[in-house]
């Protein structure tokens, strides 16, 4: 069974970090496109990344290009957002998703190309 565990949430103020780790167990995601989203109350759930099969490979949303990074250990069956510079409008749920086969095309911010989902980890930003 697929699962896919977040974790590294917390209250941070603003111009702050934090550092999301998504763990991937019963199955080895390495080199399948992985990415995260986030869900603010009240909104829709948006794109935040995809790393696709290489550091080389990533995608940012406009609102977090230059801020978030994220990353990959395949060793570890492991994803990872650093998020620096923290903002109030950052405050959401993170999610991780994995996609079940390996090419992703130009729709990598479109929920329904995932097929795994994690549960979740909070994000609040204070200002």
């Known amino acids: 069974q697929v699962q896919l565990v977040e974790s590294g949430g917390g209250l941070v103020q603003a111009g702050g970090s934090l550092r999301l780790s998504c763990v991937a167990s019963g199955r080895t995601f390495s080199s399948y496109p992985m990415g995260w989203f986030r869900q603010a109350p009240g909104k829709e759930r948006e794109f935040v990344a995809v790393i696709k099969w290489s550091s080389l490979n990533t995608y940012y949303a406009d609102s977090v290009k230059g801020r978030f990074t994220i990353s990959r250990d395949n060793a570890k069956n492991t994803m990872y957002l650093q998020m620096n510079s923290l903002k109030a409008e950052d405050t959401a749920v993170y999610y991780c998703?994995?996609?079940?086969?390996?090419?992703?095309?130009?729709?990598?911010?479109?929920?329904?190309?995932?097929?795994?989902w994690g549960q979740g980890t909070q994000v609040t930003v204070s200002s």
């Open positions: 998703a994995a996609r079940n086969t390996r090419f992703i095309g130009s729709d990598y911010h479109r929920i329904n190309e995932y097929d795994y």
